[in-house]
């Protein structure tokens, strides 16, 4: 069964076992935590439309360097800011080609270094082996390849460095995607997850808001990022064939910059979407910036949140035009009068939305929220809780670590959405159980549940560069782990300092027993009486 219709089972089974009515189920799969993931898609949907995200992929890459050390680093600068803000696996699947492309040029050789008597008529593509007497050294294993109709000469080095440099650049790609989606709360299902959770346990103001948590989640984000690349910068040095004789950075350049001339200058449609998004984001950073009065405040009789933001710039979308055209301008051809004005297409169409929005997505968490509301009704999140209490003897610092060892296991095997799912309304429970703050437990779960490095099926960014062809399983392993171990590090850091100072992570908040929690706890002991 499809994990988005098992999502819907709550609307099924809860009414039928008397644990919420049916409309009570259903509101819980739109709440406001939902919209904003909307939102959120529909512009990155946007931007890969009028493929915004290449051209600002292919100018960082022209920035960062063309040598293998600095290309893995603009690769996975450029796949953590794109995972940011649109959907991981299509930022893992824009950069693939480019990838290739950087590799197919890194190991092409010129003319002039195939040897005397080793050339020959090939097909495109074909490889064969011409130097199978015993060698005098790692030259004189050749392959005479043909590429657009010229041979050349490849070692058996450059095969073997070829193999290791493309793994680590797929492994980066992986590895830079899915941290990339822990920066925004918009990035990643699981920090939707845990939007939703808190506001629907707690009432009061628990400081959760965009602004917020990147300025906890962004330093957490760029530590991992660049742990990984220095990661990988060691295997590459330990692993990498001696004898190498790879230099082509002029030719990567060339080639990165011809790519991004292709695109020509920025059109309007561009810059439209570009204009927009940044507005969103400012729209999103300054709604309750706490240090200045937010734009949020001059509305003082409702509560505004991010989800309002969202779907004002997704409505702005659909109205502006994706070609700019001057007042008076008309539709040439004879089927047009004089009378006609000049039809555009807006920045976005509703079709391309309909075709490409993640929408078993949008139901799955709707899911959780509706099993966390399931779970504080019955009173189950309060039992587990409950059973939760020996944790009392360890401080808090050995509880984070124990929640993140756990999230970290369980989203290797199953999807990062249903982990945060199951743990974060246990981790609340636990959290009220201990007195220790709600979100200096669920902060660090949260971002663990993204940080899947070690199995081809825990994320689809994995799924993607595994199905390259370009390694096994057995060596995304041991990389994977020592990424994990590292980010469970990082993250234990800054939920420590940068979280404790943003949230105040020291102190047991009076929001953290608020009626949403407390209710259940009284209803039950009414019950027991």
């Known amino acids: 069964m499809p994990l988005a219709v098992t999502s819907l089972i709550p609307v099924a089974l809860f009414p039928l076992l008397g644990i919420m009515s049916t409309e009570q189920v259903s509101v819980t799969y739109l709440k406001e935590a939902n919209m904003m993931f909307f939102g959120g898609l529909v512009i990155a949907i946007a931007v890969e439309h009028c493929n915004l995200h290449k051209r600002i992929a292919l100018k960082v890459m022209m920035v960062c360097g063309t040598t293998p050390k600095w290309l893995m680093f603009g690769f996975m600068l450029t796949s953590m800011f794109m995972s940011m803000w649109i959907n991981n696996t299509a930022a893992t699947a824009m950069m693939m080609p480019i990838i290739e492309a950087v590799l197919d040029e890194l190991f092409r050789n010129d003319l002039s270094s195939v040897e005397e008597g080793q050339g020959g008529i090939l097909n495109r593509g074909l490889e064969m082996k011409v130097g199978d007497d015993k060698p ?296 009220q159980a201990v007195k220790v703050h709600p979100l200096y437990l669920m902060f660090p779960a949260t971002v663990t549940c993204s940080f899947a490095f070690m199995l081809p099926i825990a994320t689809p960014p994995n799924a993607i560069v595994f199905s390259s062809g370009c390694m096994e399983t057995k060596e995304m392993v041991f990389p994977g782990l020592l990424m994990k171990v590292a980010t469970m590090a990082i993250t234990m850091l800054t939920i420590s300092t940068i979280g404790t100072y943003v949230f105040d992570l020291n102190t047991f908040p009076d929001w953290a027993l608020s009626p949403n929690v407390t209710s259940v706890v009284l209803s039950n002991a009414t019950n027991l009486v």
């Open 136 to 431: 005098k050294g790692e030259a004189h294993k050749l392959l005479v390849r043909m590429n657009s109709g010229v041979a050349s000469v490849v070692t058996h080095t450059d095969v073997e460095e070829r193999r290791l440099l493309r793994r680590l650049l797929m492994l980066s790609l992986a590895y830079s995607s899915n941290i990339g989606g822990t920066g925004t709360l918009t990035g990643t299902a699981p920090n939707l997850v845990l939007k939703g959770i808190v506001d629907q346990l707690y009432t009061g103001n628990t400081g959760l808001h965009f602004a917020s948590w990147m300025v906890f989640a962004v330093p957490t984000m760029l530590l991992s990022c660049l742990a990984a690349w220095m990661l990988l910068q060691v295997l590459y040095a330990w692993y990498r064939p001696k004898n190498s004789r790879m230099d082509r950075s002029a030719l990567v350049k060339q080639l990165i910059s011809s790519k991004y001339a292709e695109m020509g200058p920025m059109t309007f449609h561009e810059a439209g979407v570009f204009v927009l998004f940044v507005f969103l984001v400012i729209l999103w950073l300054l709604r309750e910036p706490q240090f200045i009065t937010g734009w949020a405040d001059f509305f003082p009789d409702v509560k505004i949140k991010d989800a309002t933001a969202a779907i004002f710039v997704v409505i702005l979308l659909f109205v502006v035009p994706a070609e700019f055209h001057f007042p008076g301008m008309r539709e040439s051809g004879p089927q047009c009068t004089n009378n006609s004005p000049k039809a555009g297409k807006a920045l976005l169409e509703w079709n391309v939305v309909q075709q490409r929005l993640p929408w078993g997505i949008l139901l799955l968490l709707g899911g959780g929220f509706a099993l966390a509301e399931g779970s504080k009704v019955s009173g189950l999140s309060e039992w587990a809780g409950l059973q939760l209490t020996s944790f009392e003897v360890l401080p808090p610092v050995a509880i984070v670590f124990v929640v993140c060892l756990i999230a970290s296991v369980l989203t290797e095997v199953a999807s990062n959405t249903a982990t945060a799912t199951i743990l974060l309304p246990i981790l609340a429970n636990l959290a």
